[in-house]
């Protein structure tokens, strides 16, 4: 007897499991935070008002994604490819913009090796670059799947999961950003 | 038995479809049972390893000044030994168990994620091949087996051992998160009709706590294993104080993780414990809402006592104070439970099969090893003997004559459920007693060395008065060990082929498993028995007689 | 030589043993409650014939009874143990009397007033409470010395304190309880209490500069010693001035071991060490210098002149 969506279920506990490892990442960046006071660190290195130019596309590929599950429910197949697709190309411009950050930082020789402030950034910012990743290649999936046949419940189900997949990543970016960015830009 | 139809065991050509082959069965399978026995080959492979190495360490520690191993060599044993035995062995082994019993006792035909299963046995399988790599490679981790920070640090570990740890335990993690995700879904969604949540078998419920342990526990691990390696590897300062980080960082991280790692190397033994006594006793477990609610304590609770492996870092007071507290706090829940299941036994018929002969060595050794526990809460007493030979008497109490001991009364137990054959009881007996014997012989004295100043970790130790009569004690019974587990394997090979058949229900036992084959058909039940209480199989042998 | 937790000869060490004591009374009073109960279940409760005991299940009374037992027992525990505790580690409020800095794998030892410094023997005067401070130069270590006192981690960039009074003279041993890599088993270190006036003369003696040989061996020795890369990482005060990376050598006559304890303090075993540093502590940080055997006649003489 199946009380819970299983792929949705699934997905949860290990939601639960990410949201952890996510929150010793950040405990680390916390707790060093005070540690560096001379030399690049939040408030001299970076570029909020740019990063939240990324931050926008990936919350907002948040909203397209959840406007493609309510096409799909409504079989809406072809709008449902469409923020489909949108999704991913602004999950895709994110990680363009993570990309344009982390050159940028590099070509000042601010790396992991230079203080404690590489070292958290790069390893809070770069595990969640790297969650995005996932979600895209997973979305994209989803997609190749979308041309391929027609979506039944188990496609659905699944297409669930990655859902609550991506937003819990769009999440932890809110957190980020707030954390790392926004206290140091206003 | 004798007009019992011999069910089909595991060895036997025509099970399952003969016209596969049988290699690439096993390597394919999604099935759970197939995969369970997968982790518990392995872990057995695995535990023979650990068990060489421990061997080692014992020769070069026989008498002071040996020099059977080198420093270097027994640095990495060491490390190893104990790296293997916790991630190699204790969790896989009883994920492999619970990955075996999860579906049958519930009810179910297989996990809820049978891929995501296979997916899990084989990242633990590369996990554990990689951490040996590392022996190829040159150098084995050699920093202990939890790697303290400055010492894991490039600076000095300079060898790609710690690099090979710490993928190896990054995989073996991922295994054993993917493998919890897996049984709190299955449980959640696929018991039978009328097994509610409070009338899980124990050892399905303690799994179930146990897999939110292990969803909290691991990440943390995770996280601080990426940190070692960006330290190591892209030269950041995380755990070093030469760049401004923090070496007891490392700590706090790693037994966050490390403090819960132990309650998941315990629970399911607990579960195992849980089951075993009742059905050897002929009686229900004594206060099974008091059993169940001790463990989710437990639970919560572990997430609380971490800094008990800090109580000599000087953090101060108020530190020592609040973990002291929240460490005898956790004592009692783990502690009632054994009281649980000795009123289980009280007023009962007790059968003394080897299975229940270790149960009840467990409540005897684990009790010494909780109590020691306890000596190490009381914090001042850790002052004086954390980090000497009666930790090392402690952690195994536990470890072994706690959840090994109850992993070997669930091998005797379950063994006929999945091979149709029963392991020989005279021999059970003679492994039973020597490693029984060979345990305290080999442990219980090592509390005296801890005592009397023996450190922990040491390739070779002053020839001071008695230290080497009792760690030639020590040696010797870590070879009685050795022979009680060559026992045990020959049984297992021989009673694969050969052994008595056990028939459905070989115990009397009352749990859903037993209400199929042995070993149980690829979908697990041809009728699923109903339920309407915790002992399915006694109610229906007792339609009008006593409720469990 | 007991080097053991039960020979207290501290009072921190011995209200440790008291504390153990207590805790041993209540953990065999547990131990009995589960034995006991075991045993008797074992001989009276074995199975004879089919039939099934009566099925009970539980009874919560008796539960929650052997619930507030355990939890009054281990409530106990905790209030003694800020008690010990408090005795034991009471509050630094000045500066340390000795500082002692755990190196891989030796021990250095400080005496900041005195302005001495030696290695892996600390002395401490018989009868009064000293602050003993630790630190350390490259991983975590720990100070351990079971007779006289808690153990306390050595940890870089950080310092710790224990409290030591020793009620007796006498030679106590200590050794390194965190692991530090290869040579952990031999980083081990005495402390030899004594007298008042005997640990003001030793102290006066090892804060002086050391006596420079004025001929022979010895002499040969100290040209030796300065030609050869020894001064690169030890030091003997009055003959050379170097931040010193391996133990200072100014006294090591003095010592009663050689090596963290490995070793007694012999001419023979000197030279023996001075030829095969890495044999008889393979891995330590002193290289195998490939010394001829005139260069280790005549060091070994030199240092034993530093008494």
């Known amino acids: 007897m199946k009380r819970f969506d299983t792929a949705k279920l699934a997905m949860s506990v290990f939601i639960a499991s990410e949201a952890v490892f996510f929150a010793f990442l950040i405990a680390a960046y916390v707790y060093y935070y005070g540690a560096v006071v001379q030399g690049p660190r939040a408030s001299n290195s970076l570029d909020p008002p740019r990063t939240l130019i990324f931050t926008v596309c990936l919350l907002s590929s948040s909203a397209t994604l959840w406007r493609a599950e309510r096409h799909l429910a409504a079989a809406h197949n072809r709008a449902f490819r469409l923020w489909l697709g949108a999704t991913i190309l602004l999950g895709a411009l994110f990680i363009f913009g993570q990309a344009l950050e982390y050159t940028g930082l590099i070509a000042k020789s601010i790396t992991p090796a230079r203080n404690l402030f590489g070292a958290t950034f790069f390893t809070l910012t770069g595990f969640h670059g790297l969650h995005v990743l996932c979600g895209l290649i997973s979305l994209s999936v989803v997609l190749v799947l979308a041309f391929m046949r027609s979506f039944g419940p188990r496609e659905i189900s699944g297409l669930g999961a990655v859902s609550m997949y991506w937003h819990f990543v769009d999440a932890v970016w809110i957190v980020i950003f707030s954390l790392v960015y926004v206290t140091v830009w206003i | 038995m004798s007009d019992v139809p011999i069910t089909p065991g595991l060895l036997d050509a025509d099970f399952p479809a003969p016209s596969e082959s049988r290699w690439l069965e096993w390597v394919a399978t999604v099935d759970h049972k197939r995969i369970g026995i997968l982790y518990l080959v392995t872990t057995l492979f695995f535990f023979c390893l650990g068990g060489i190495e421990a061997l080692l360490i014992r020769v070069q520690l026989a008498w002071p000044g040996n020099s059977f191993l080198s420093p270097e060599m027994y640095n990495q044993i060491f490390t190893m030994h104990g790296t293997t035995m916790v991630f190699l062995v204790v969790v896989p082994l009883l994920l492999g168990l619970a990955n075996y019993l999860t579906p049958l006792m519930i009810g179910a035909s297989d996990m809820a994620l049978p891929r995501l299963n296979a997916f899990s046995f084989w990242v633990f399988l590369f996990g554990g091949v990689l951490l040996y790599f590392s022996f190829v490679s040159g150098h084995a981790p050699s920093a202990g087996w939890f790697s303290y920070a400055p010492l894991s640090e490039k600076g000095f570990s300079t060898r790609y051992g710690l690099d090979y740890w710490a993928l190896a335990l990054l995989g073996i993690g991922v295994g054993t998160i993917a493998t919890a995700i897996n049984l709190i879904v299955t449980i959640v969604n696929l018991r039978t009709e009328g097994l509610t949540i409070r009338r899980l078998p124990l050892f399905v419920w303690m799994v179930f706590v146990n897999s939110f342990l292990i969803i909290f526990a691991l990440p943390a691990l995770n996280a601080s294993l990426v940190m070692l390696l960006i330290d190591r590897q892209l030269n950041a300062h995380f755990f070093t104080q030469l760049g401004g980080g923090s070496p007891i960082l490392w700590q706090h991280y790693f037994w966050s993780f490390g403090h819960p790692e132990v309650y998941i190397m315990v629970l399911p033994a607990f579960g195992i414990i849980s089951e075993v006594i009742p059905v050897f006793s002929r009686k229900p477990i004594f206060g099974y809402g008091f059993v169940a609610a001790s463990t989710v304590a437990i639970a919560l609770l572990s997430i609380g006592v971490w800094a008990h492996h800090m109580f000599a870092v000087g953090l101060g007071h108020a530190w020592d104070y609040a973990f002291g507290a929240s460490s005898l706090l956790i004592a009692v829940p783990t502690g009632v439970k054994v009281f649980n299941w000795i009123a289980t036994m009280w007023g009962g018929s007790i059968r003394f099969t080897t299975s229940m002969l270790f149960a009840i060595a467990f409540l005897f050794t684990f009790t010494i090893g909780g109590l020691s526990g306890v000596t190490f809460a009381t914090v001042p007493i850790d002052w004086q003997v954390t980090d000497s030979y009666y930790v090392v008497a402690h952690m195994h109490y536990v470890l072994f004559g706690g959840t090994l001991f109850g992993v070997m009364a669930g091998i005797y137990y379950w063994f006929p459920k999945m091979s149709g054959r029963l392991l020989s009881e005279r021999w059970g007996a003679v492994h039973f007693w020597l490693m029984f014997i060979g345990f305290h012989l080999t442990f219980f004295i090592q509390h005296f060395l801890g005592l009397d100043g023996m450190p922990r970790r040491v390739y070779t130790y002053p020839d001071h008065p008695g230290w080497a009569m009792m760690n030639l004690t020590s040696t010797i019974g870590a070879f009685v060990i050795g022979i009680s587990v060559l026992v045990l394997l020959t049984n297992i090979v021989v009673s694969l082929r050969g052994g008595e058949p056990a028939g459905d229900n070989p115990w009397n036992a009352w749990t859903l498993e037993w209400a199929t084959t042995s070993p149980p058909p690829e979908h697990n039940f041809d009728a699923v028995p109903p339920v309407h209480g915790p002992r399915p199989l006694w109610d229906l042998a007792h339609p009008q007689g006593e409720r469990a | ?307």
């Not at chain 3, 281990?74 to 002692?100: K, N, Q, Y």
């Not at chain 3, 260069?295 to 008494?307: G, H, I, M, Y």
């Open chain 3, 1 to 307: 030589m007991h080097v053991s937790v039960f020979s207290p000869a501290s009072p921190q060490a011995t209200e440790l043993l008291w504390l153990w004591n207590v805790c041993m009374w209540v953990c065999g009073f547990i131990l009995a409650a589960v034995t006991l109960p075991i045993l008797y279940i074992v001989v009276r409760y074995r199975r004879h014939g089919e039939n099934e005991p009566p099925q009970i299940a539980g009874n919560k009374r008796l539960e929650i009874v052997w619930t507030i037992i355990p939890l009054a027992l281990v409530g106990f525990l905790f209030v003694l143990s800020i008690r010990t505790a408090r005795a034991v580690d009471h509050h630094v409020s000045r500066e340390p009397d000795v500082v002692v800095t755990g190196h891989q794998w030796w021990w250095e030892v400080a005496y900041p007033a005195a302005n001495a410094i030696t290695a892996n023997e600390i002395h401490l005067p018989v009868g009064r409470d000293m602050l003993i401070g630790i630190e350390a130069a490259d991983v975590i270590h720990d100070f351990w010395v079971p007779r006289l006192g808690r153990k306390i981690d050595a940890i870089p960039g950080r310092r710790n304190f224990v409290w030591i009074r020793a009620e007796q003279p006498g030679d106590y041993e200590g050794a390194c309880a965190e692991y530090c890599g290869a040579q952990h088993a031999w980083m081990r270190f005495r402390v030899v209490a004594q007298l008042p006036a005997a640990y003001d003369s030793w102290l006066t003696a090892q804060a002086a500069a050391a006596i420079t040989p004025a001929s022979g061996d010895a002499k040969l020795g100290q040209t030796r010693f300065g030609e050869l890369t020894c001064a690169n990482c030890h030091n003997i005060r009055g003959i050379n001035k170097q931040k010193q990376y391996g133990p200072d050598l100014t006294h090591i006559a003095s010592r009663k071991m050689l090596a963290a304890e490995r070793l007694e303090n012999t001419p023979g075993n000197l030279k023996n060490w001075l030829r095969q540093p890495n044999i008889i502590k393979p891995n330590c940080e002193m290289p195998d210098l490939k010394l001829s055997d005139g260069d280790l006649t005549v060091l070994t003489a030199l240092l034993e002149s530093l008494k």
